[in-house]
């Protein structure tokens, strides 16, 4: 592509952002999943196990909100809670991997569509957008953090407007 303009450059990248969304939206569907339990399987299951606390920090939810879902995957039979080895008073939550089977036949229709766009660049090419993607994971989780801590700021302020209203 020759010659974008940023005002081009800034739609692309948003019809991007906007496809990966919805084809996340779309896998949770199609197991049954809302998108907040989706994401959540995806960072159990990249991690191979975790405390409800970390998935509640990596999510945004709360702890409470982070085990009832936890219930919920567990229930739908994808995750399962383990007692931490290193630590008996803990619990872990790791993936099915039967239930994992269920995803991967999900994904394979957006693995094969990316092999095949993938497969038009250069290895150089490829080693700029895997380059791109381990620095842009890290920066969206942190503009993440910045609109939730926003967002709490905000909440903040309306609930202490509403307390000082007669």
Known sequence: MADLTLADEHLIFRQYLDAVGLHGMAGAEAVGLSASEWYALSQIALEGTLT?????????????????????????????????????????????????????????????????????????????????????????????EEIRDAAAHRRQRKGGAAARRP
């Open 52 to 144: 409800a606390g970390d998935l509640a920090a990596r999510t945004g939810l709360t702890t409470g909100a982070a085990t009832r879902l936890i219930d919920r995957l567990e229930r739908a039979g994808f995750v399962r809670r383990a007692a931490d080895p290193d630590d008996r008073r803990k619990v872990i939550v790791e993936p099915v991997a039967d239930s994992l089977d269920q995803i991967e036949k999900v994904v394979v229709p957006a693995r094969r569509q990316i092999a095949e766009v993938l497969g038009r660049y250069t290895p150089d090419q490829r080693a700029v957008l895997f380059d791109y993607f381990a620095h842009a994971a890290p920066a969206f989780r942190a503009a993440t």
